[in-house]
């Protein structure tokens, strides 16, 4: 294990809406209090800032998703991509928050202990090194997706398909699909996103 990481009174798992949310909330309401923001990626966002499929923007309106201390102040109700991740580094930076994440750190383990009142959590750097440290309040915000990798259901002859297989966690900058055949499945809100911004 290399050299543990200071002890804190909150530590936050994630940078996306909702961790950031949390932490200027703490700088808001609690400006006593030493936090922590852990997140795996390079750069905050979360959902926002892994989704890169054409035409990927919210499926709720931004005026009821938007933090309470930072209102939506556009004048359409569906944001773009994009435009959250900005909207969550413009408040991340308003309420001094960005200098509190820790890009690529891993939570492995986190392990409570009642005699001590207080978590140890075990944290892997993105060169492979874990280290531990301590808080005394735990706030996972890691939302829900995989972002090692999203859902692929096993297709039998994909092997054998001579066209481009693509999830749309994982969709690649230079795809070309003008004039292709292209079939999407699920029809979800990924799908009456993506659908709409393709037949562009």
Do not use: N
Request: aromatic share 12%; glycine share 12%; proline share 4%.
């Amino acid at each position: 294990m290399g050299q543990g990481l200071p002890h804190t009174d909150v530590l936050i798992i994630g940078a996306g809406l909702s961790g950031i949310g949390a932490a200027c909330q703490l700088r808001r309401r609690s400006p006593g209090t030493s936090f922590l923001i852990l997140e795996a990626r390079d750069d905050l966002g979360g959902t926002w800032d892994l989704f890169r499929y054409p035409g990927v923007r919210s499926d709720s309106d931004m005026y009821t998703l938007s933090y309470e201390f930072a209102p939506w102040a556009k004048d359409h109700s569906i944001g773009s991509g994009a435009e959250i991740k900005q909207y969550i580094a413009d408040a991340a930076r308003k309420y001094d928050v960005h200098k509190a994440i820790r890009f690529g750190q891993r939570v492995l383990s986190a392990d409570w202990s009642s005699a001590e009142a207080q978590w140890t959590l075990t944290v892997q750097d993105a060169t492979g090194d874990e280290r531990q440290m301590t808080c005394g309040f735990l706030f996972s915000c890691t939302g829900y997706y995989d972002y090692s990798g999203g859902y692929e259901p096993i297709f039998a002859g994909a092997a054998d398909f001579a066209g481009e297989i693509v999830h749309p966690q994982k969709w690649p900058e230079d795809l070309d699909y003008a004039d292709k055949h292209v079939v999407v499945i699920g029809s979800g809100a990924t799908a009456v996103t993506l659908v709409p911004a393709l037949a562009k």
